[in-house]
């Protein structure tokens, strides 16, 4: 989440009345986050999220995730519920961008990576890409590693990257050689960090804004990534942990040779696409003025380092 997009005075009125919250709900910017202008809604006893999708927008496939989102409720995978507004609309346009409310979701953050919280969360993608299998969502704008590339590739990357250049462009270079594209296909959440999940009465997802149809792995890999090697355990442990999310993922779903194959290219391929859609917050996107939270590429370096173990 982010704020790329302030709210006027009259637009805050606007989602007030069309939406029914009092007059003195409160909007409150949301900092964290890399896409989209989110804002915390507190009205009376209730709160919300109000979120402003930033871009070039497919309305149509934007659509599609709150159809989506709906249907996840109903099959028992807890995540935002979005309002309909008194035109009997699930959206709304502000400045020509497309607006959404969501049911704000309870819980804590994930703070600590244990085993429980690595089956729950194995256990709840195993399901979620049971039920997205032969569903579709196309991004024009998404977090994909060409789709990042094409964009910090415009600038002097030898000059901003100095002696990480090498590195990074080595295993780009790797990576790009590889084929994913015959790998089983549905809708994966694409962002399911530690901090896109509450743990309350149940785990819940939130922030589907970059969900899209792509292998099922690559959400695997980000689980991998950003709640296990980055945190830096010991060898043994990343190991057990690592083994622990697959099994509580594969007693949903079955991953098949050819995913189990390419899984630790994957997790290589999403490490890359991180560390470019950083690179390119900070040196090509101008974000000045812009209440976002800003991260720096250099963190996610050790994840580039070659791995001489196979996952599988």
């Known amino acids: 989440m982010a704020v790329y997009t302030n709210l006027t005075n ?4 606007d989602i007030r ?7 003195d709900a409160d909007f409150i910017e949301i900092p964290e986050g890399i896409l989209n202008t989110n804002y915390l809604i507190k009205d009376r006893d209730k709160k919300y999220v109000f979120r402003l999708l930033e871009g070039r927008r497919n ?3 934007e659509l599609k995730e709150l159809e989506f989102l709906n249907f996840l409720n109903k099959n028992d995978i807890s995540c935002p519920r979005v309002s309909v507004n008194n035109l009997g609309k699930n959206h709304i346009f502000i400045q ?8 704000f979701i309870h819980g804590k953050k994930v703070n600590k990576i244990d085993s429980e919280v690595l089956r729950k969360i194995g256990s709840t993608l195993g399901r979620l890409h049971n039920l997205s299998q032969g569903r579709s969502i196309e991004r024009t704008r998404k977090i994909d590693l060409d789709f990042f590339y094409d964009k910090i590739s415009k600038i002097d990357l030898k000059t901003v990257l100095k002696k990480d250049h090498d590195l990074i462009m080595e295993r780009y270079k790797e990576i790009k050689e590889v084929d994913f594209s015959s790998l089983p296909k549905g809708i994966v959440h694409n962002d399911i960090f530690p901090d896109n999940v509450f743990m309350g009465e149940k785990l819940s997802l939130i922030d589907f804004n970059d969900c899209m149809n792509a292998p099922f792995i690559i959400d695997l890999a980000i689980v991998i990534n950003f709640w296990i090697k980055i945190k830096e355990f010991s060898k043994d442990k990343e190991k057990k ?3 622990i999310f697959l099994e509580a993922y594969e007693g949903e779903r079955k991953l098949l040779p050819e995913e189990k194959k390419l899984l630790k290219k994957m997790v290589l391929k999403m490490a890359l696409t991180f560390i470019f859609l950083r690179i390119n917050k900070s040196y090509v996107e101008d974000n000045r003025g812009k209440n976002m939270e800003v991260k720096t590429y250099k963190e996610l ?11 599988y």
Do not use: R, S, V
């Open 96 to 103: 020509e961008k497309m607006g959404c409310l969501f049911d």
């Open 301 to 311: 370096l050790f994840l580039l380092e070659e791995e001489t173990d196979e996952i």
């Open 17 to 23: 009345t069309l939406y029914n919250l009092g007059k």
């Open 59 to 61: 309305i149509d496939e």
């Open 241 to 243: 942990f690592i083994k």
């Open 10 to 13: 009259e637009h805050k009125e």
